[in-house]
């Protein structure tokens, strides 16, 4: 696999980004805490430019109304359509076939009983179908290298 360099190491503070172009492919490094990563800066999606979107973390919950804000930085939002990626792997957060509306029956007895008929808090965040493409950065010395397939172009 040709070994490309991205980028000097001190280009890139924590929490910082820099796109580049490298053997004809647009990549976004990332780093996150001193670690390096790298996404191909286009949707799998439709294409949109998804290393241009706005970073930020996950939400999480384990009952309703209860959330904790982690991995801060770390899930990028595409700047089209708002499909989040995890910058370590390239997964995808967003589901479009899983995505509705949900009805919740709602009733008031004694004790406010409130029945939740389709709740399922452990699936709230649910693997997408699309994975961005990511290539594996070393430092070598002080460049970020890119591991760019020949066939990436
Ligand atoms: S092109 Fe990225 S979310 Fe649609």
């Not at 805490?33 to 286009?42: K, P, Q, S, T, V």
């Not at 509705?100 to 808090?121: H, K, L, M, N, P």
Request: hydrophobic letters at 35%.
């Amino acid at each position: 696999m040709p070994k490309h360099v991205g980028a000097w190491v001190d280009e890139i503070a924590p929490g910082g980004r820099k796109i580049v172009d490298v053997a004809g492919v647009s990549i976004g490094i990332f780093n996150i805490g001193g670690e390096f990563f790298a996404l191909r800066n286009r949707c799998p999606h439709q294409g949109g430019p998804l290393c241009e979107g706005k970073l930020w973390g996950s939400l999480e919950s384990t009952v309703p109304g209860e959330f904790v804000y982690g991995r801060p930085g770390e899930i990028i939002g595409c700047l089209w359509h708002g499909w989040e990626f995890d910058i370590r792997t390239g997964q995808s957060w967003t589901d479009p076939r899983r995505l509705r509306t949900r009805r919740y029956a709602v009733s008031v007895e004694a004790g406010s009983t409130i029945v939740d008929e389709e709740a399922d808090v452990g699936e709230a965040r649910v693997k997408g179908p699309y994975v961005a493409e990511t290539f594996p950065v070393t430092t070598d010395g002080s460049y970020l290298v890119i591991d760019v397939p020949d066939d990436s172009a």
